[in-house]
């Protein structure tokens, strides 16, 4: 008896949890969205042309019934390669963030759970992580990873998912300490350590299932946050190499033809808008959502 | 109500006085007519911001672009190619006495009345001077120009330089172009690649450095100690720092800025985008692209030519990879506007006409990658089956390195991915920065090492090759610890070609250097180390109101800049 209820109450939690972000209209939209462009990109091998597949003499077309977003310098099929870019930028967006908040989680867990002098040591190092000049981690990372030829030969993409992650773990440590500072003086804390429970279990199994819904609301800004860095790496010649598109090297490349052929430098960048944006929406609808006190 | 109407009359002054303040201070100087064409400031616009105003310590060409109106040189080189006096009183000949029957002994007589840009005396010690720091082992000079061939220096006078060589220097004239050194302004010899003087020069040029706005811009005044009476005839020139094409032309297409370095673009497609306010002047120039090869094996720890590269050690896969590329498509769709090339001798008086041994043919590159025992995989990539030096069952995969923020590049990048694709290699894309690319050996640069598959840039070669060509080519210049300044990059070990480089460094007579390069060049087309695909047009975009400026190939942007005038 005493468990049905309890099962009953939890539903219901996860039940009113759910109807507050059915009611977000705007993170609902963008939800939409979003599932649109993931499979958009999914469906990208259905077109008819090759994402690489060059024909010079064709180069710098308009939007035309053929080529509904124009060609490249090179003659390629825009739309194709924008299909393509976006597996690609979502999947560095999605991979570096997954890296990008498990880093921040650990860090920030046990600088809140223990305190101390370790507490001291990790917000040290994440403040000089916050202070480091960007590009020169990003060009003292990228030097240092292609120094081992064989991460350069193969994968560019773990190299930019790598750098992004070490660009964006501070902000989920820190979030995740200050929560893990507050609740380890919960109640609920102290009774699992009379009891018995080591520190590792009550991190992982007691105080973190509640930080959940502050992680995934800051791990849509870090999704945002990696699509943008991604584009800004390739305008650096760090990001995803080419002729493998990417939203961000679609970009980086259609600047030197801003004016002779716009159509290069819309479409990449309108993708990279509206994920974003949808992203954010998204990420405001769960913010709402979790927050027992929002209005709605 | 009244309120919002005083609010919008405030902010309508306001713009209209930011707007006088904003616009630009062009114009002639005080007291001389409005038409007048002497006076005013020009504006540059440059792509990067060069590291350094000393151009022997440039690796990069757009130093020399900038640095060339704060020095000059004893020497220059005009549009024809013919050596002219500058600092110099005259040129040394024979016939005039500066040079000896034997070569061994130049004697250089300076202009009298020579002064730097701070007013103190030039004399034949700053000549001394320029030897003994470019020479010095530590100075960190990355200039070929046989320095290391000057015994001794004599300054009976403060007019005369006696230049003693140790062996016979066919450069002679080249040697004190880049401009001269002052001793009383710099430092210690060793110490060059660390002077205040890279940054702030006092030179000899027409102009001398006023700010230098890391980033933005440098501005440069009138030299009034400069040694032709009466010029520059400009004012000032300010270099501005716009790395965004689409800027740069906006900038001359509203006349903000009246010249513009590399443009990129085809002479119609450019004065169509700047509107009639701007010429493109070009001329086919002197960077030449090729693709170089690495013979040797990349991340060995052993930057010598011991261990021969798995893919590219055999000459059947070099051939077959000139084969594959449409050399036609690169010139007249990739990189349009461009002439094609085939040598390092592709201009002045030791232009070679080669004919491609291995002109583009698909199925040849094919038909010669399964001879050396590549053979098509699963995926369309080929795999090693008893190939020459690879293991079985190795991807023919090689990976291009040219360098970052230069379009055509990468363009010309990604169609040799597609060609060499189409016979089966599978290539990657590395740019990297300038500055690792073009870094020293020290610096760890990959071209130094020897860790690199294919590197593709352009280079040129001076008016005076044969210290660029013995350090590119000779067996003995493979870069190492004891001889870090090396630039076989490709690591070719040819005794063909070794006796054809001694034999054009040889002599003094033109016509048998000529042929001895062209045998080299023969010998370069031949085995491969490099694939030469085409040149660059030099040239820049020149506002219609500017006038007095000829596109030199042998020169730079600023060669001849104290001969510009502006119209108004």
């Known amino acids: ?296 | 109500m009244r309120k919002f109407h005083g609010l919008v009359l405030a902010l309508v002054m306001l713009c209209v006085a930011l707007t006088a303040c904003a616009s630009p201070q062009t114009g002639t100087e005080a007291g001389e007519e409005g038409s007048s064409p002497s006076g005013g400031q020009a504006v540059l616009i440059i792509p990067e911001e060069p590291a350094t105003l000393n151009q022997y310590l440039a690796v990069a060409a757009i130093v020399r672009q900038v640095a060339d109106a704060t020095n000059t040189g004893l020497t220059t080189v005009d549009a024809d190619g013919n050596f002219q006096p500058m600092l110099a009183a005259e040129l040394p000949t024979i016939e005039n006495g500066g040079v000896a029957a034997d070569f061994l002994t130049v004697t250089w007589k300076l202009r009298p009345g020579l002064l730097w840009s701070d007013g103190a005396p030039l004399t034949s010690d700053d000549i001394k001077f320029t030897w003994e720091a470019v020479s010095h082992p530590e100075s960190g000079n990355v200039l070929s120009l046989g320095f290391e061939l000057i015994d001794s220096i004599e300054t009976p006078d403060d007019l005369t330089a006696i230049v003693h060589y140790s062996a016979v220097n066919q450069a002679y004239l080249q040697q004190f172009m880049f401009g001269l050194l002052p001793r009383h302004a710099t430092g210690e010899p060793a110490e060059m690649s660390t002077w205040a003087w890279n940054r702030q020069p006092v030179g000899a040029g027409p102009f001398v450095l006023g700010e230098w706005n890391a980033g933005e811009n440098i501005v440069m005044q009138r030299n009034p100690n400069y040694f032709l009476a009466g010029q520059p005839y400009l004012d000032s020139l300010i270099f501005a720092i716009v790395p965004d094409t689409g800027a740069q032309v906006a900038m001359m297409a509203q006349g903000e800025a009246q010249v513009q370095l590399w443009p990129g673009e085809t002479k119609e497609v450019y004065e169509e985008q700047v509107a009639g306010q701007a010429v493109l002047a070009e001329i086919p120039g002197q960077w030449n692209m090729a693709l170089y090869l690495n013979l040797s094996k990349p991340f060995d720890d052993d930057p010598s030519a011991s261990a021969p590269h798995p893919i590219l050690g055999d000459l059947r896969v070099r051939q077959a990879l000139s084969h594959a590329i449409d050399y036609d498509l690169i010139v007249t769709e990739i990189n349009p506007g461009v002439s094609p090339t085939v040598s390092p001798f592709a201009y002045g008086w030791y232009a070679c006409d080669v004919a491609r041994p291995y002109p583009y043919d698909v199925e040849k590159a094919k038909a010669l990658l399964e001879e050396a025992g590549w053979v098509e995989g699963s995926d369309g990539i080929r795999v090693a089956q008893g190939a020459l030096h690879a293991e079985d069952g190795t991807r023919l995969t090689l990976q291009l390195n040219g360098y970052t923020s230069f379009q055509p590049l990468a363009k010309l990048e990604e169609a040799l991915v597609e060609m060499f694709k189409a016979v089966g290699i599978e290539t990657t894309i590395q740019n990297d920065d300038f500055s690792i690319l073009f870094g020293s050996y020290e610096e760890g640069s990959p071209r130094k090492l020897g860790n690199f598959d294919i590197l593709v840039y352009d280079a040129s070669l001076p008016i005076e090759p044969q210290a660029v060509i013995d350090n590119s080519f000779h067996s003995a210049a493979i870069p190492s610890p004891e001889n870090p300044s090396g630039a076989n990059y490709h690591r070719w070990v040819n005794p063909a070609a070794d006796a054809a480089i001694e034999k054009a460094g040889s002599t003094v007579d033109i016509a048998e250097r000529q042929a001895a390069y062209c045998e080299l060049a023969n010998l370069i087309a031949t085995e491969v180390p490099r694939i030469h695909l085409y040149l660059f047009t030099e040239g820049y975009g020149a506002s219609t109101r500017l006038s007095g400026y000829q596109v030199n190939i042998w020169g730079s942007l600023s060669w001849d800049v104290q001969n510009w005038k502006l119209e108004n």
């Open chain 1, 1 to 296: 008896m005493h468990n049905s209820v309890g099962e009953r109450q939890a539903q219901s939690l996860r039940a009113l949890t759910l109807r507050r972000f059915l009611r977000h209209r705007a993170a609902l939209l963008s939800l939409a969205i979003l599932a649109l462009m993931v499979l958009s990109a999914l469906v990208a091998p259905l077109s008819p042309y090759e994402p690489t597949a060059q024909n010079p003499a064709n180069d710098l077309q308009p939007p035309s019934a053929i080529h509904w977003f124009g060609t490249d310098d090179l003659g390629r099929d825009v739309l194709t390669r924008v299909l393509y870019g976006g597996r690609i930028s979502i999947l560095v967006g999605l991979l570096a963030t997954l890296l990008s908040t498990a880093i921040g989680v650990i860090v920030g867990a046990l600088a809140g759970y223990f305190g101390g002098w370790l507490d001291n040591l990790l917000m040290r190092v994440t403040d000089a992580f916050l202070s480091l000049p960007t590009l020169f981690v990003l060009i003292l990372i990228s030097t240092m990873l292609r120094e081992v030829p064989a991460l350069s030969l193969s994968n560019s993409v773990a190299v930019v998912i790598i750098v992004i992650a070490v660009l964006s773990w501070m902000w989920p440590a820190r979030l995740v300490r200050g929560a893990f500072l507050s609740l380890k003086e919960h109640e609920f804390v102290t009774a699992a350590h009379a009891v018995g429970v080591g520190h590792g279990r009550i991190m992982w199994q007691h105080i973190l299932p509640n930080t959940v819904s502050l992680i995934i609301v800051q791990a849509t800004l870090t999704i945002a946050f990696s699509i943008i860095t991604e584009s800004g790496l390739s305008y650096l010649g760090f990001g995803i190499q080419p002729p493998t598109p990417s939203w961000g090297n679609l970009l980086a490349t259609a600047q030197a033809y801003a004016l002779r052929a716009p159509w290069l430098m819309i479409f990449p960048g309108l993708m990279i808008f509206i994920t974003t944006l949808a992203v954010n929406h998204i990420g405001d609808g769960l913010r709402d959502a979790f927050d027992p006190f929002s209005v709605r």
